[in-house]
């Protein structure tokens, strides 16, 4: 019983992590709103959010395997987040050519890659790092 209630107990923590780290990024993207790009069918903007579900998700991976406290796991997730909006931030100030944010609003699929990959770059840079 133990096992199953710590199941879900990791389970409820991440998808609230990971719920706020999406709605912090909606609240930092100021150009669009991604919830209506991804809706009208931008996948430029939905690679780029889905590299951040994934980095966030690979952070609380590497926290549970650990061992680590729930409590623990709550610390490093909401630290993921926080590193994973600076490197938003730090991506943008890095590419003084254009802007990533219009790029991804207008559908740029390179740019969403590039994103996509950063942000599940820092998720295992930052899980390693837990290790």
Do not use: C, H, R
């Amino acid at each position: 019983m133990d096992a199953l209630y710590l199941t879900l107990l990791y389970f409820l923590v991440s998808a609230v992590i990971v719920f706020i780290g999406v709605v912090l990024f909606e609240l930092v993207t100021t150009k669009y709103k991604d919830w209506d790009e991804i809706a009208g069918g931008n996948a430029a903007v939905a690679v780029s959010v889905a590299g951040k579900i994934i980095g966030i998700s690979i952070v609380l991976l590497f926290a549970i395997l650990e061992g680590e406290t729930v409590t623990v796991t709550l610390l490093w997730g909401g630290l993921g987040v926080i590193l994973e909006i600076l490197v938003y931030f730090l991506l943008e100030w890095l590419t003084p050519k254009f802007s990533v944010q219009e790029k991804l609003k207008e559908g740029n699929l390179a740019v969403g890659i590039i994103s996509f990959a950063v942000s599940v770059g820092l998720g295992l840079v930052i899980g390693a790092s837990i290790t």
